[in-house]
């Protein structure tokens, strides 16, 4: 194996891992990344999806106990019950409209342009969202309606389009739906357990004529620092979130849109698609 690749892989797993869960997208950096890197092709867009698998390996460690009660509780415990039955409704739309779209939606949409624009428009968002004063209703998933779980489901769907971010997507609509900081913030690292894992094992079926026994320590080292920068970026997160808002994600996402755009229209970097 090319160590070259091998180095590649580490730090595309290093940027899944960091980004996955903050509200920046991980696709966009990804894509970004990658074209930089010159690691973009078809293998390499099931290499982005196949490693999200490392980063939920350390939101499953993180959050173990709960996820432990929940498996044990689930056939005679309420709270288990509709706590595993609100993620599978907030799972339910991604998996429809992803169906339905997602290739088309690969396609066409990811570009450096469109994550670009998209990181912009997400970062006005983010910042609108956090200049509502507004009490939230909802202090813990626990608290959460079969209503809300779908309505954080549907806002998960506008992550589909690259450089959006789910994370941002679920946490940041998950606020202006009445949950607290915190509250989103669980129940976006809850759903995206099934949406990740799910998303890695249908991109690895079907993709699977591209890939060998070869490419096992490429996905590998993926994988390894996926997990590695993961795990310390929720853990992180989980601190940060006590006493900050997520106001500086949104001038990071807006500076870096810019700055895409702006390389890209004057031709200093050839962003590839």
């Given at each position: 194996?090319?160590?070259?690749?091998?180095?590649?892989?580490?730090?595309?797993?290093?940027?899944?891992?960091?980004?996955?869960?903050?509200?920046?997208?991980?696709?966009?950096?990804?894509?970004?990344?990658?074209?930089?890197?010159?690691?973009?092709?078809?293998?390499?867009?099931?290499?982005?999806?196949?490693?999200?698998?490392?980063?939920?390996?350390?939101?499953?460690?993180?959050?173990?106990?709960?996820?432990?009660?929940?498996?044990?509780?689930?056939?005679?415990?309420?709270?288990?019950?509709?706590?595993?039955?609100?993620?599978?409704?907030?799972?339910?739309?991604?998996?429809?409209?992803?169906?339905?779209?997602?290739?088309?939606?690969?396609?066409?949409?990811?570009?450096?342009?469109?994550?670009?624009?998209?990181?912009?428009?997400?970062?006005?968002?983010?910042?609108?969202?956090?200049?509502?004063?507004?009490?939230?209703?909802?202090?813990?998933?626990?608290?959460?309606?079969?209503?809300?779980?779908?309505?954080?489901?549907?806002?998960?769907?506008?992550?589909?389009?690259?450089?959006?971010?789910?994370?941002?997507?679920?946490?940041?609509?998950?606020?202006?739906?009445?949950?607290?900081?915190?509250?989103?913030?669980?129940?976006?690292?809850?759903?995206?357990?099934?949406?990740?894992?799910?998303?890695?094992?249908?991109?690895?079926?079907?993709?699977?004529?591209?890939?060998?026994?070869?490419?096992?320590?490429?996905f590998g080292v993926g994988l390894?620092?996926?997990?590695?920068?993961?795990?310390?970026?929720?853990?992180?997160?989980?601190?940060?979130?006590?006493?900050?808002?997520?106001?500086?994600?949104?001038?990071?996402?807006?500076?870096?849109?810019?700055?895409?755009?702006?390389?890209?229209?004057?031709?200093?970097?050839?962003?590839?698609?």
């Amino acid at each position: 194996m090319d160590i070259a690749l091998l180095v590649k892989a580490a730090i595309m797993g290093i940027v899944e891992g960091l980004t996955e869960f903050l509200p920046i997208s991980s696709t966009g950096h990804l894509i970004l990344a990658g074209s930089l890197l010159g690691f973009h092709d078809e293998k390499s867009k099931v290499f982005d999806i196949a490693i999200q698998t490392g980063a939920i390996v350390a939101v499953m460690i993180v959050y173990w106990e709960r996820l432990r009660e929940t498996m044990l509780g689930i056939g005679n415990d309420a709270k288990a019950q509709r706590f595993a039955t609100n993620v599978g409704i907030a799972f339910f739309p991604a998996v429809i409209l992803g169906l339905l779209f997602g290739k088309a939606i690969q396609a066409n949409l990811f570009t450096p342009q469109v994550v670009a624009t998209t990181f912009i428009v997400g970062g006005f968002i983010i910042l609108w969202a956090e200049r509502r004063t507004s009490t939230a209703r909802i202090q813990s998933v626990d608290e959460m309606t079969r209503l809300d779980a779908l309505k954080v489901g549907l806002v998960q769907c506008f992550a589909m389009i690259p450089g959006t971010s789910r994370s941002g997507a679920t946490i940041i609509g998950g606020m202006l739906l009445g949950m607290s900081r915190k509250a989103a913030t669980d129940f976006s690292f809850f759903l995206a357990i099934p949406t990740l894992i799910g998303a890695g094992a249908y991109s690895l079926f079907k993709q699977r004529a591209l890939l060998s026994a070869a490419d096992i320590p490429l996905f590998g080292v993926g994988l390894l620092f996926s997990f590695l920068s993961a795990w310390l970026c929720v853990r992180w997160l989980l601190r940060y979130i006590t006493t900050h808002n997520f106001v500086p994600f949104a001038w990071y996402r807006i500076a870096f849109g810019i700055v895409v755009l702006v390389t890209w229209h004057f031709g200093w970097v050839t962003w590839a698609g």
